[in-house]
């Protein structure tokens, strides 16, 4: 589990988030929400340990991050950024094969025979196992997405960082990337990603942290954390709320407020 307690963010001098505290547990997806620039990525960034807070700290299983080597957070925590670059030269295959770097010591370069079988379960997972041989440069976004996705499985950490997995993606595709992680903590681990759509975030989220005003403005189940007052104060603009029968709550801009 990661704890972040009483975190505050910021760069050099300039401070922009304060008094962060919420838990990632395990079998559960977590989304953060708000508006662009609130700190959404960084706070990701520094869950994975490559942030260091301005305040406050974050543990996993009662260890302080940035007491544990970078190996060492590599076998926990996987951290799949927004827009992965567009490596060419490499089949599928290769480029998931790299989750298994933090595995190896330094002097050998070869995989060890558990690195394939990490690998074939993770095409498996993101159905890409027809796609392994295929150029990584020459798939779809959504496809090039499954692969970074099966670049953090394949590393077999327990928890899943993701910064805005359905960006650039259609419907259908970010329904399926989301399943991916769905799937990832029904299988006992833990998920946070970072999403724009309130309503995606909605669906697939046991759990919403609403960012906004400088601060963590709610953590909790989407029925609580899209609340309307709530939503204006993060992003300034009215947000309808809609509640339907069977409890799921839906988000949508109010254009003539």
Known sequence: MIDVRG????YGECV???????????????????????????????MAGLHVPAAGEIALDGRVLQGLTARARAREIALVSADGPLVEGVTVRELVSAGR????????????????????EALAHTQLTHHAERPFHALSSGERQRVWIALALAQRARTLLLDEPTSHLDVRHAFEALRLVRAFAARGHAAAVVLHDLNLAAAFADRIALLGAGRLLCCGAPQEALDEELLRVAYGVRIDVQRQPDGRVVAFANPNA
């Open 7 to 10: 975190v505050a963010l910021a």
């Open 16 to 46: 922009f988030l304060r008094g962060v505290s919420l838990a990632l547990r395990p079998g559960e997806v977590l989304a953060l929400v708000g508006p662009n620039g609130v700190g959404k990525t960084t706070l990701l960034r520094a």
């Open 101 to 120: 770097l933090p595995y190896r010591p330094w002097w050998r370069w070869s995989p060890a025979p558990e690195d394939a079988g990490a690998v074939s």
